[in-house]
């Protein structure tokens, strides 16, 4: 009997890009109906890590790309998302996500950070709103704070930006399908860049498991641009 093979999926994102937040359920649709398992994995990326300057949240760039794009695909996929006031750094949100999946509680701080800036506005580059959202999702919040003190997964997301950066990470979301279920014959990666439909995540899927050769779907936000 053939065993079924695993597959890993690699998904870089950042928690303000409103692109990875229209992404999401397309993702859960692909998971839940993957027809074989499926390793996930979130890496960081950010979008305007220190020292890159910070973009205005009702300047014209972004609220062009709300006007054009972000809110027509909301309207599409049913998510009622708003222009956040702010437009903070997303490190200590990374920090605050990655110290959550050491207590179990990654799925819900993850979702919930993205809610929290994207439906309510909340300032997630704001530690006390950091606390909150985190305590709101049952992860103790003494434990946390003294995570980010000592900054724990600065290594952490480093690499993970580095690893971007290795695969040409240009645009987010950005997910990568590798075969890892047999390491003697290793298949190249297939990658879906940008906001795409399921049925362009199954046919990265498809393409993988027939040993095809790497694609690409679209990106949707460059890293930085301004």
Known sequence: MVPMPIVRMDCWADYVCPFC?????TLDRFIEESRVPLEV???????RPDPIALIEPDGEYITSIWLKAVYPLAAER???????PSAPRSRLAFETAFFSRTAG?????????????????????????????ANECGVDQTALAASL???RFKTVIEDDEAAAGRLGVTGLPFV????????????PPVVVRGVAPIEHMTAALDRLLAGGPAGGVRTSLKKRAT
């Not at 937040?21 to 359920?25: C, E, I, P, R």
């Not at 990568?176 to 298949?187: G, N, V």
């Open 41 to 47: 994995e979130w890496h960081a990326f950010e979008l």
């Open 105 to 133: 509680r990654f799925d819900s701080v993850h979702r919930a950070l993205f809610k929290a800036y994207f439906e309510h506005g909340r300032d997630i580059g704001n530690k006390d709103v950091l606390l909150d959202i």
């Open 149 to 151: 003190a000592e900054q």
């Open 176 to 187: 990568m399908l590798t075969s890892a279920s047999d390491t003697a014959r290793p298949q």
């Open 78 to 84: 049913n998510l009622k998302m708003k222009l956040p």
């Open 21 to 25: 937040y229209l992404q999401m359920d």
